[in-house]
């Protein structure tokens, strides 16, 4: 597909909004103007230079059923400047929390512009870089960064409440009138749709990937990154097992004879061993076996006295003591987030909460550059300035979700501790046999486990011979923002290049797509009659 530019396009005047966007439950707004800036830039990819419009703004989503006004969603999305844009593939990006904003992906990532980072290192103060990203996904489709209602500049519009779009359902159904809008305000209906959700962003692309099929609106692919899919298995310690070894594995603290050989082929061997003899010691607990006790030791650097101590789990409280005791002899405690970062044990660093994260040696390290190159970005290069302060992260969004949730089998009802939204996709992939699905992990993540997220997608309720081609599963030597490890983000683009390769229509997938639908009418037509419309 060309990139190459067809007519020069103007850049707009620079745009002050002021509204007040209030982020707070009870807030809401009355104005719902749709208005955006564009501006014109310009990168070399792979030696072509690639001429784009960036445009950030807001579009406002509309009650389904009463077409009244319902939110208002800010977004910034990169186009190409290629004459047959139509046809080109769109990306809708989004992080998660619940509560927050999309700037982590957006200037982390495959944006056309990203910070510079000294992951796995504390990013120094200002001055910062921003810098054109040659890992962009701009070559291979357009681009659209949203921002759930209360994170950014995005709000409730009267008489809703930004609390009314809190929740499982309601958030995913928000988001999905706004790509309906978004596709009829650039008529893009009939380009191929993709969507890229990190963290909670994976629960709500699986949801929202089946409200978009009961709509009509069937996706080419989804890329679940730090997939979180079943929250019940949040603090599995089989599936958490081989992430705290990578976590050794980096600081020198394995002591397997011989040493592993490299990490991919020790993280083969800890799962082996997880889902083995070590898931059948953690059953026959009290008992315990030397052997076991001495093998689990050598893969996690932690003594047997205190392995004994944890009954066997290194991955209860969040994982929190393996994380402060595994360096503890030198005074520091490992990032949840990436066990390649590290701080001060004895300061804030030594009560991690991923909840929040917000004093996790990873996101302290980064923290800092974000905030000041997003300001930087939005005002100076993108020419919007908002009176409102920007929400990266809204902790009241979080505090006040509802995460009750029932999938399309009817079998699986969520709650803080048990959402279950792989029922989603396994339903929507039983109906769309074309959709494809990209899973990315990092080694170093503990707070959304790469081994647990391939046993959530092995337990997922979707059965037949051509299931497994359709799901890719990659796991790169970083944390739980993949894309933050220059490596790590350079291999992963290179993955979603071929990804987004369309594959050829087959025979046998159109017969499976219409055995699949008969077993799930019924359901489906009794979701459509008494789901809260947004």
Not at 104 to 129: E, Q
């Amino acid at each position: 597909m060309s990139v190459m530019p067809f007519e020069e396009q103007p850049s707009d005047p620079p745009l002050l909004d002021t509204v007040i966007y209030g982020a707070r439950k009870e807030d809401s707004i009355t104005d719902t103007t749709e208005a955006s800036v564009a501006t014109q830039h310009e990168l070399t990819v792979g030696g072509v230079t690639l001429e784009y419009t960036a445009r950030a703004g807001h579009l406002v989503t509309v009650d389904l059923y009463s077409g009244q006004p319902a939110a208002k969603l800010f977004y910034v999305a990169f186009t190409a400047n290629v004459p047959n844009q139509k046809e080109r593939p769109v990306t809708f990006f989004y992080n998660g929390g619940p509560g927050s904003s999309s700037v982590y992906l957006l200037l982390g990532s495959f944006g056309p512009r990203r910070i510079r980072t000294s992951m796995p290192d504390f990013t120094p103060p200002a001055p910062y870089a921003l810098e054109d990203n040659q890992d962009t996904l701009l070559d291979h489709s357009d681009l659209v960064f949203i921002n759930p209602v209360g994170t950014g500049y995005s709000a409730a519009i009267a008489p809703n409440k930004n609390k009314d779009f809190w929740g499982v359902d309601q958030d995913a159904g928000c988001i999905k009138q706004f790509i309906k809008r978004y596709l009829t305000v650039f008529q893009r209906w009939n380009s191929p749709k993709f969507l890229f959700g990190e963290s909670y962003g994976t629960p709500r692309t699986c949801v929202l990937t089946w409200m978009l099929h009961e709509d009509g609106v069937d996706l080419n692919g989804v890329v679940l990154q730090s997939s979180i899919l079943d929250y019940s298995k949040a603090s599995n310690p089989i599936g958490t097992l081989p992430t705290l070894a990578a976590d050794a594995h980096y600081w020198k603290k394995v002591a397997t004879k011989p040493p592993p050989k490299d990490l991919p082929s020790f993280m083969e061997s800890v799962e082996a061993f997880a889902r083995g003899p070590y898931a059948k010691a953690l059953s026959e607990y009290p008992k315990i076996k030397p052997e076991l006790l001495e093998t689990l030791s050598e893969i996690l650097g932690i003594p047997p006295a205190t392995l004994r101590h944890w009954k066997l789990n290194p991955a209860a409280d969040d994982a929190t003591p393996f994380l402060t005791s595994l360096r503890r002899d030198e005074g520091y405690a490992i990032g949840s987030y990436d066990g390649r970062n590290y701080a001060d044990e004895e300061g804030i660093a030594g009560a991690i909460s991923p909840d929040s994260g917000n004093n996790d040696p990873t996101i302290t390290a980064i923290g800092g550059v974000y905030t000041t190159m997003w300001n930087v970005y939005l005002n100076e290069e993108l020419k919007y300035t908002s009176v409102s302060p920007f929400l990266d992260s809204n902790d009241e969004a979080f505090k006040n979700w509802d995460f009750r949730h029932i999938d399309p089998t009817g079998a699986h009802k969520g709650g803080p501790d048990s959402l279950y939204t792989a029922g989603d996709l396994a339903a929507a992939m039983s109906l769309n046999p074309n959709l494809k699905v990209f899973s990315a992990n990092g080694y170093y993540d503990a707070v959304t486990p790469f081994f647990q997220t391939k046993l959530n997608f092995e337990q997922m309720p979707l059965k037949g011979p051509h299931t497994a081609e359709r799901i890719e599963i990659r796991n790169y030597g970083s944390g739980h923002m993949v894309y933050l490890d220059n490596e790590s983000r350079a291999a992963m683009k290179a993955d979603l290049a071929n990804f987004y390769q369309p594959p050829p229509p087959t025979a046998a997938a159109a017969a499976r797509s219409v055995q699949q639908a008969g077993k799930i009418h019924s359901t489906r037509v009794r979701r459509r009659m008494s789901r809260t419309p947004y």
